[in-house]
Nanobody, 123 residues
Framework: QVRLVESGGGLVQAGGSLRLSCAASGRTLSNYASGWFSQAPGKEREFVAAISRSGSTYYADSVKGRFTISRENAKNTVYLQMNSLKSEDRAVYYC?????????????????WGQGTQVTVSS
């Protein structure tokens, strides 16, 4: 059984930073693509960042230069470093693992999801 557990969300002032973690069990993350998505109230789940099996990274235009996705294979964990946070980054952030090593921008490219962690940015 594959399980993803996110942590690291919270309340931060605009311009601040947070690091989200996604710890996996039941699947070796380095064998698959992993992604982070966000979902704001009343909106659809949106792509934020992804990392391929080979380690290539992909970002939504809105977070390029501010967010960094990384993976620590020894801990079977994926991270999302979020810097220069803006009020519009406020959302629940979900990590996901894909069925292949190639990341997708669509949520349907991923077959297992975490429960989400809330990120709130105060202005």
């Amino acid at each position: 059984q594959v399980r993803l557990v996110e942590s690291g969300g919270g309340l931060v002032q605009a311009g601040g930073s947070l690091r989200l973690s996604c710890a996996a069990s039941g699947r070796t993350l380095s064998n698959y693509a992993s992604g982070w998505f966000s979902q704001a109230p009343g909106k659809e789940r949106e792509f934020v960042a992804a990392i391929s099996r080979s380690g290539s990274t992909y970002y939504a235009d809105s977070v390029k230069g501010r967010f960094t996705i990384s993976r620590e294979n020894a801990k079977n964990t994926v991270y999302l470093q979020m810097n220069s946070l803006k009020s519009e980054d406020r959302a629940v952030y979900y990590c996901a693992t894909g069925a292949t090593g190639i990341p997708g921008l669509n949520p349907y490219s991923y077959d297992y999801w975490g429960q989400g962690t809330q990120v709130t940015v105060s202005s």
